[in-house]
């Protein structure tokens, strides 16, 4: 080694830290994104079958799981989980004393 690597703290979402526009929904929609495809292997579909059950082509069932989510809302995530029998609560709560940023979490329960 040539040297000591520069280490960074992160700040707990990555795209914050990157510097990508709205980090706090784009930390959701890969959550979301990342449940779905959990589901998916879970259950052992094939990406046709996924595509048929969620309404939309093997192509964005692809984008999906590989990550590549221009193409989805949070609400579009929504209603895949839906679809694949599972149901999607929100809830709303004060933010802590603590001084830092309010933030979007998502936390799949069993």
Do not use: C, W
């Not at 964005?60 to 799981?65: D, N, P, T």
């Amino acid at each position: 080694m040539h040297g000591a690597a520069k280490v960074e703290a992160s700040s707990g979402n990555v795209f914050a830290d990157i510097g990508v526009a709205k980090p706090e929904a784009a930390l959701a929609k890969a959550e979301l994104a990342r449940q779905i495809d959990y589901i998916i292997r879970a259950r052992r579909l094939k990406q046709v079958e996924v595509a048929k059950i969620l309404g939309v082509d093997q192509g964005k069932v692809s984008a999906l799981v590989r990550g590549r989510l221009a193409g989805f809302s949070t609400e579009r995530l929504f209603r895949f989980l839906n679809a694949l029998g599972h149901d999607v609560e929100i809830v709303v709560k004060k933010r802590p004393r603590s001084g830092k940023r309010a933030h979007v979490t998502v936390i799949a329960s069993g």
